[in-house]
Structures are given as C-alpha cells and as structure tokens.
C-alpha cells in the first residue's frame, strides 16, 4: 500500500494534469482553448488604481451642457449671422452634433436649417478649402 501513495504508475495519471484541447463542454469543439484567467484592467475587467484619472478609475467630472440659445434666449436662429453659425461648423464643413456642442434638439434643428439655408446662398462653405 506505501507503495501506491507514494509514486503514481503509469495507469494513474496525476489530478492536476487535463489535456490543453478541453473546451470545457460536451458540445463540438470550436478550436477555443481556455487560456486562464484575464489580466485586470482588460476590457470589462477592473481597473487599476492611481491611473491617470486618480483612485477608482475615474476621469474627470464633466458638468451637463447647456443650450446657448436657451440660456441668452434667442428664438430666431437667422441664416444671415454667419459669426453665429460658424461656431457650429467644424473645419471640414460638418454640422457639429448636439452632443458636443449642448444645444437643446428644438434649436439644433433650427441651426442646422440655418446653415443650409447660408450654405444654398454662399455666405458659407460647404466644405473646407483644402
């Protein structure tokens, strides 16, 4: 008996050791080979601590925008204000989008009518000079 406990024989195999090929299931193999757990900070992982927006991974606050045309309230958006609808258009000539510029869905539709209606009579491009 000393002798089986100690040493295991060729008939035995150890617990410890499975074959690399196991899927994990009794399904049909698809080639997947489990490779162990995944490092932290991976995609749906946690994140590290101390990274480069502090403890508890954390950016930065960024407060709720607010619709310019709300707050100094301008109801007419004029096609003719081309400061005004500048400030609206990226460089490449492109709308930019309510979400980054915080203007409310009722004058963004406004301001975009605007700027096509400034771009039909050439007071702005449609596309940046290249």
């Given at each position: 008996?000393?002798?089986?406990?100690?040493?295991?024989?060729?008939?035995?195999?150890?617990a410890?050791?499975?074959?690399?090929?196991?899927?994990?299931?009794?399904?049909?193999?698809?080639?997947?080979?489990?490779?162990?757990?995944?490092?932290?900070?991976?995609?749906?992982?946690?994140?590290?601590?101390?990274?480069?927006?502090?403890?508890g991974?954390?950016?930065?606050?960024?407060?709720?925008?607010?619709?310019?045309?709300?707050?100094?309230?301008?109801?007419?958006?004029?096609?003719?204000?081309v400061?005004?609808?500048?400030?609206?258009?990226?460089?490449?000539?492109?709308?930019?989008?309510?979400?980054?510029?915080?203007?409310?869905?009722?004058?963004?539709r406004?301001?975009?009518?605007a700027?096509?209606?400034?771009?039909?009579?050439?007071?702005?491009?449609?596309?940046?000079?290249?």
């Amino acid at each position: 008996m000393a002798d089986e406990t100690s040493t295991p024989t060729e008939t035995q195999a150890p617990a410890a050791a499975a074959p690399a090929t196991t899927t994990g299931h009794s399904g049909p193999s698809t080639g997947f080979v489990p490779r162990g757990p995944r490092p932290a900070g991976g995609p749906g992982g946690p994140r590290p601590a101390g990274g480069p927006g502090g403890p508890g991974g954390r950016k930065f606050f960024r407060r709720k925008k607010v619709c310019k045309f709300c707050t100094e309230k301008i109801d007419q958006i004029s096609y003719r204000d081309v400061r005004l609808l500048q400030g609206f258009v990226a460089e490449r000539g492109k709308i930019v989008p309510r979400r980054l510029t915080g203007v409310c869905t009722t004058h963004q539709r406004r301001l975009s009518l605007a700027i096509k209606q400034s771009r039909n009579i050439a007071l702005l491009a449609f596309a940046a000079r290249f």
